[in-house]
DNA sequence: TTCCCGATTGTA
DNA sequence: ACAATCGGGAAC
């Protein structure tokens, strides 16, 4: 699925395999993947090393009532993004995945930054590498996510986008565990992450 | 219209 | 350990 993408072909660029994956599944296979944002100052590029699930029938997901205003980007189809504000003062980034009307997406919790660091560094206002993008909040604020205006935008070469992993990821180098900040559902293991990697938010 | 609290983070 | 800070959505 998320393997496609491979050798240099640009088809699945915006997309990965995720178009009607279950969050779940397709959580776990974001790992690896490198997420790309245009700014006016140079393209950013981060690998992703920890995600969560979030879906329709899980009391923790803010699909769970169903759909309002600031979810519907949510039930689009996978490909889209869904952007929020929290705690007044931090944004989220999640990649939508299930087909349309399901109310399913990956919360990017953390990444590793590999190009155009010292953008990140400026956005942030700190250079210490591993707490660039270590947590949902920081991972927004060094892609340069202030406001919500990508939310229910789909994925885009010209604006945000994914590369397919540079090395595959083992799946005995993934770490499942719950989820993190979260009272609702608190025990399902909906959280993963790459083994060992320092740039996860959390051990 | 009021009230509660959160998919967090930086500081003490 | 705790305050900061504000909008979504349930309740009244």
Known sequence: MLQSARGGVPSSRVTPGILGLAAIRAAPQLLGWVLCRRLPEGVVKLKIVETEAYHQDDPASHSFRGQTARTAPMFRVGGHLYVYFTYGRHYAL??????????????????????????????????????????????????????????????????????????????????????????????????????????????
């Open 94 to 203: 999640n990649i939508v995945t299930g087909p349309a009307g399901r109310g399913e997406a990956v919360l990017l919790r953390a990444a590793e930054p590999l190009e155009s660091i010292e953008i990140m560094q400026q956005n942030r206002k700190l250079t210490d590498v591993k707490k660039l993008a270590a947590g949902p909040g920081r991972l927004a604020q060094a892609i340069g996510i202030n406001d919500t205006t990508l939310t229910g935008k789909l994925l885009d070469l010209l604006s945000i986008y994914l590369e397919p992993p540079k090395k595959s990821v083992r799946s005995n180098e993934i770490i499942v565990s719950p989820r993190i900040g979260i009272t609702k559902a608190a025990h399902q293991p909906w959280r993963f992450y790459l083994k060992d990697n320092p740039f996860v938010s959390k051990l």
